[in-house]
């Protein structure tokens, strides 16, 4: 089984920065792709930002510039650094993991974390 750990939510004012995290821990052999999400109320989930397991990365067009995805293949965490937030940021983030296998032989899984809040006053 695995799970997916994130931290690093919180209040923050217009212009403020926070940093998430996301550790994925369990039986683990690789992860092809990490990434958040966010869903806001009364709105769809959306992508935030991904990172795959060979390096590249991809934002949404609202966060490109502001928000940093990076990634610790060794210990199996991504991170989201955003700054220069705003009130329309304010969302449950929440952390995905894509095709996880825990042995070269397994089948990829995808995982979802339990989200953190962030919100953005203004």
């Known amino acids: 089984q695995v799970q997916l750990v994130e931290s690093g939510g919180g209040l923050v004012q217009v212009g403020g920065s926070l940093r998430l995290s996301c550790a994925a821990s369990?039986?683990?052999?690789?992860?092809?792709?990490m990434g958040w999400y966010r869903q806001a109320p009364g709105k769809q989930r959306e992508l935030v930002a991904i990172?795959?397991?060979?390096?590249?990365?991809n934002y949404a067009d609202s966060v490109k510039g502001r928000f940093t995805i990076s990634r610790d293949n060794v210990k199996n965490t991504v991170y989201l650094q955003m700054n220069s937030l705003k009130p329309e940021d304010t969302a449950v983030y929440v952390c995905?993991?894509?095709?996880?296998?825990?042995?070269?032989?397994?089948?990829?899984?995808?995982?979802w974390g339990q989200g953190t809040q962030v919100t953005v006053s203004s």
């Open positions: 995905n993991a894509e095709g996880i296998k825990a042995n070269p032989w397994s089948n990829p899984r995808d995982y």
């Open positions: 369990g039986r683990i052999f690789s992860i092809n792709s």
């Open positions: 990172s795959t397991r060979a390096g590249s990365t």
